[in-house]
C-alpha cells in the first residue's frame, strides 16, 4: 500500500491560537508541525503533554493525543502514557516557569529515569501566562513585575543542569529559526530515551522584540563551529557554560543508555522467567 504522505498542515487544528502576535512560540509550534511531518508520524501515533503557561496552549494546537496537564507535570504524565504504550512518539511541552520551577523535581527524575521522551521547553525568561514576573531563567538584576529594582537572583543554567544528570541528547534551538529547530527537534525525537530541547522562544509582550536581536547578536551555531563535536562531554560543559554567547544546535548526543522501557521490558522478563508468584493473589498475601 503507498504510503501517505504528511505535511505540517495535516498537524495544525482548528483551535484558534490565542498567542500574542510575534509571540516566539509560534515559531516552536511550526517547527514541531513540520518535524512530525518529516518524519511522517501519524497524528494518531503521536501525543503531546504540555504544563500550564502560554507555551503549554501548544497541545491544543497540534493535531495529536494532546493533553494540557497541570503546573510542572507533564512529564510523569508523559513518562505513564509511554509506559503504557511504547508505541507512541510522545512530546512534552511548555515554559521555562512550568518545568524549571514548580516541575524541577520532576526534570531531575526524568533525566535519571531516560524514558523515551522528547521534552520543548519554550525558555522566554518570564513567567508570560500570569503578566511578566520573574522565572527561573530570568537573569540577574532584571527589571520584572515582582523585580522592580532588578532580578537578585542567578539564573538556572537547564543545559549544564541535564548535562551533569546524565541526559544524552541535550539542545538548544532559537524560535526565530524555524528551519533550524524543526532539525533539532527531529533529532530529538529520533533519539532513543530523554531529549532536552530548550528553546529561546521571546516574550515580546513582557520582554519585549529586543530579545530576537538578542539572540540574533549572541547565538552561536555549534555546527558552524567546525571542531565542535556533540559526543564530547567537556566539549558540550564548556558550551553550556558560556557568559556572553549562547550556544544554538545540539549540544550533546551519545548513544547506547537503556531507556525506562527497556529496563521495565528487562525487569518483566526476568519476573516471567523466575516464576517468583503463580498470580497475583500469592503476591497480595507477602504484605498479610
Ligand atoms: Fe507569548 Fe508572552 Fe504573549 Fe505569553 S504573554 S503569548 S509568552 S508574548
Redesign the pocket.
Known amino acids: 500500500m503507498e504510503k501517505v504522505k504528511l505535511t505540517a498542515k495535516d498537524y495544525k487544528t482548528k483551535i484558534p491560537i490565542?498567542?500574542?502576535p510575534?509571540?516566539?512560540?509560534f515559531g516552536v509550534l511550526a517547527a514541531i508541525h513540520q518535524a512530525v511531518a518529516d518524519l511522517a508520524i501519524p497524528p494518531e501515533k503521536l501525543g503531546v503533554v504540555s504544563g500550564i503557561g502560554?507555551?503549554s496552549r501548544i497541545a491544543g494546537y497540534i493535531n495529536a493525543y494532546g493533553f494540557n496537564s497541570i503546573h510542572g507535570r507533564p512529564l510523569p504524565i508523559a513518562t505513564g502514557a509511554k509506559v503504557a504504550n511504547p508505541e507512541l512518539t510522545m512530546l512534552v511541552a511548555g515554559?521555562d516557569g512550568d518545568g524549571y520551577s514548580i516541575g524541577m523535581g520532576h526534570f531531575v527524575h526524568a533525566i535519571r529515569r531516560n524514558p523515551d521522551l522528547t521534552y520543548i521547553v519554550m525558555d522566554?525568561r518570564?513567567y508570560?501566562?500570569t503578566k511578566g514576573q520573574v522565572s527561573p531563567t530570568t537573569p540577574e538584576g532584571d527589571v520584572t513585575k515582582t523585580t522592580p529594582s532588578g532580578n537578585p537572583e542567578r539564573p538556572l543554567n537547564p543545559l549544564a543542569l541535564a548535562l551533569e544528570l546524565g541526559a544524552t541528547y541535550i539542545a538548544q534551538g532559537f524560535s526565530g529559526n524555524v528551519k533550524h529547530l524543526k532539525e533539532l527537534i527531529k533529532k530529538g525525537i529520533e533519539h532513543k530515551g530523554f531529549s532536552l530541547i530548550n528553546v529561546l522562544s521571546?516574550?515580546?509582550?513582557?520582554r519585549g522584540k529586543q530579545e530576537y536581536d538578542y539572540v540574533r547578536q549572541h547565538g552561536v551555531y555549534l555546527d558552524e563551529l567546525g571542531d565542535y563535536d556533540p559526543s564530547d562531554w567537556n566539549k558540550a560543559h564548556e558550551a553550556t557554560q558560556w557568559r556572553d554567547k549562547l550556544p544554538i544546535g545540539v549540544i550533546y548526543h551519545v548513544h547506547g543508555r537503556k531507556t525506562l522501557g527497556d529496563e521495565i521490558a528487562e525487569v518483566q522478563a526476568k519476573a516471567r522467567a523466575k516464576k517468583v508468584y503463580k498470580d497475583v493473589r500469592e503476591l497480595i498475601d507477602t504484605f498479610r
Do not use: Q
Not at 510575534?22 to 512560540?25: E, K
Not at 521571546?202 to 513582557?206: A, E, K, L, M
Open positions: 490565542v498567542w500574542c510575534g509571540c516566539g512560540d502560554c507555551s515554559g522566554n518570564i508570560g501566562l521571546p516574550c515580546v509582550t513582557f
